[in-house]
């Protein structure tokens, strides 16, 4: 059977340096930095005291009280972040088939400040289980895309992906499928996560995973610099509407890019650790030139998983140059999450709209904080370091990875 094409028509972001898309994109373009000390919880006992959180933020704006109370932060920041990219893409409700229309979401985690409020209350009880009825539906990872799915009364597929920092990017590339596939006509992808909490900053600190340089937050995501020493822990959402391109053109909707091809992959290493030579992101970057029916030679941007921890960067930049070859030194290499740190779940979703954004604007936002070469990095790539830079792109990749090795990247092309 010959495959649907499939573009994206809706964006919606909320991220540590922009509560919208364009709030974000500007952000993006100017290096701005979303770090800042933790202000969630008291974070004084603890060796990283700095997160990039969302600010600003009341989600009383945007979701009725006695519904939001119902909701962990993840499923509130999910449906703030969907019903922007709905709006965007001006989807007619009351037309539209909505038993063709599908929500597949990502989240790494789900509600794990909910989790944790209910376990700390119980065990400061008398033992007694006082559990909040609405414990199990605000913590559970798919509650998010039901969310959803129920307050626009979306009928098609409707489930969340688990794949660690992967998670979001799955949900891309699941919902890309369902399409091309015939199955569905849109569906309301991406991811959420809010983890800047005690259970999550305590657990990454205990992995020895963040940067701990609480005396200069802003600059602690410093992908690529010798000097880096771990992840900042971001939270938020970003959404992205996918749909079938005849459908979108007989409807006059609006085209961001096509979305060309998906690949996943494993390491099959470790629990946290990259493959030291990138064996599982080079499977993942050709997997998805493969599904593309790409060339290397044809890519022009590629925002990097990057996280600032010293063995993954290495790891996916010697990936990178395994797979592109002499091209590699031609693409224009990035990582958002300098600015915006990782949000975990949540990072494939916001990192590809920053890849759409770039193909539409013609501008590649900066890799920021990059002050020391490592010597283990290729002096001849281009980083984009701490200035953002013009260039026509054509064709964009986003990898995201996760722990538990999974790997997975997309394409993104400017529609002819």
Request: with cysteine; proline share 4%.
């Amino acid at each position: 059977m010959e495959l649907k094409r499939v573009v994206v028509t809706g964006l919606g972001a909320l991220t540590p340096i922009g509560n919208t898309v364009e709030e974000y994109w500007d952000a993006l373009v100017a290096g701005k930095s979303g770090a800042a000390p933790v202000t969630h919880f008291d974070p004084e006992k603890f060796k990283t005291k700095f997160a990039c959180e969302i600010k600003n933020f009341n989600v009383g704006d945007f979701i009725h009280r006695r519904e939001s109370r119902r909701m962990d932060k993840f499923s509130q920041y999910a449906v703030v972040a969907s019903d922007e990219a709905i709006a965007d893409a001006k989807l007619d409700m009351d037309s539209i088939n909505k038993l063709r229309v599908g929500v597949v979401w990502g989240a790494g985690i789900g509600g794990l400040e909910t989790f944790q409020e209910e376990v700390i209350n119980y065990a400061n009880g008398d033992g007694t289980p006082k559990f909040n009825p609405f414990f199990i539906p605000k913590m559970i990872a798919d509650i998010a895309p039901g969310n959803i799915s129920i307050k626009h009364g979306f009928m098609g597929p409707n489930y969340t992906t688990v794949s660690a920092c992967a998670s979001s990017a799955n949900a891309m590339i699941d919902a890309l499928n369902y399409i091309r596939l015939g199955h569905c006509d849109v569906i309301v992808t991406g991811g959420s996560e809010a983890a800047v909490t005690i259970a999550g900053m305590g657990g990454f600190n205990a992995m020895h995973a963040m940067s701990t340089r609480n005396d200069d937050p802003q600059t602690a995501s410093r992908p690529f610099d010798a000097n880096r020493d771990g992840f900042v822990l971001g939270e938020g959402a970003g959404a992205i509407i996918l749909e079938e391109y005849e459908h979108a053109k007989a409807r006059g909707a609006k085209i961001y890019a096509e979305v060309i091809g998906g690949g996943l992959s494993s390491d099959a290493y470790h629990m946290t650790a990259p493959h030291p030579d990138g064996i599982g992101v080079m499977a993942v970057m050709r997997n998805c030139l493969e599904n593309a029916g790409m060339q290397p030679e044809e890519v022009d941007h590629i925002n990097t998983h990057g996280t600032s921890t010293p063995l993954g960067d290495v790891a996916e930049l010697k990936a990178i140059t395994e797979v592109f070859g002499d091209h590699a030194k031609n693409i224009n290499i990035n990582s958002t999450k300098s600015m915006t740190g990782h949000l975990l779940g949540a990072a494939g979703a916001i990192e590809a709209i920053a890849s759409i954004l770039a193909l539409e604007h013609g501008i590649v936002p900066p890799t920021i904080n990059h002050s020391t070469v490592d010597e283990n990095i290729d002096p001849s790539l281009n980083l984009t370091l701490n200035t953002a830079q013009k260039r026509d792109i054509k064709v964009a990749m986003s990898n995201t990875f996760g722990f538990g090795g999974h790997n997975a990247c997309i394409l993104f092309k400017k529609l002819d």
